[in-house]
């Protein structure tokens, strides 16, 4: 006589380990991944903000607080004319 208790066991050990595969193991992977992408662009924010103050520190030598502020100014403005003007 065969031992249905162990096979009717090992089914749903098999049928347990399919879903946890399907459901589980996905999410998992989504929520690492989104850990590391929340991560990467904190990072990626704080070297860029660092740059630019080391830019505005590297103007400001040369031109003064501000004429480094007028520059900086300048750009903005001119960048913001150029997006308006390319909104359509």
Do not use: H, N
């Amino acid at each position: 006589m065969e031992d249905y208790a162990a096979k009717f066991a090992e089914f749903l050990e098999q049928v347990a380990t399919r879903i946890r595969s399907v459901t589980v193991d996905r999410v998992a992977r989504g929520i690492r991944l989104t850990g590391l992408g929340i991560l990467a662009l904190t990072l990626g924010f704080t070297a860029v903000l660092f740059l630019l103050f080391a830019i505005f520190g590297a103007l400001e030598i040369p031109l003064t607080t501000a004429g480094a502020f007028a520059l900086v100014g300048a750009l903005f403005v001119g960048l913001g004319t150029y997006l308006w003007i390319k909104r359509k």
